[in-house]
């Protein structure tokens, strides 16, 4: 818990944020390549259901991986 703190003070968001913001980057970088399927891509980033994958990236770039991948 104090590393928590301590990394959500120095980075203004908490560690589980920043992962998760790590992971939709890389997503995007694997969509980008058009070499992937989008549940292929999701368990690539650390995310074994593909729902809970869709979930997370649709809140952090604003639309689903298969809309992001067109």
Do not use: H
């Amino acid at each position: 818990n104090y590393l928590s703190t301590l990394f959500a003070k120095s980075m203004g968001i908490s560690f589980s944020q920043y992962i998760a913001k790590l992971r939709i980057f890389k997503a995007k970088e694997l969509l980008d390549s058009g070499k992937y399927k989008v549940y292929e891509v999701g368990d690539m980033v650390g995310y074994k259901n593909p729902e809970y994958f869709t979930k997370v990236f649709k809140e952090f770039v604003g639309t689903t991986p298969s809309a992001y991948a067109k």
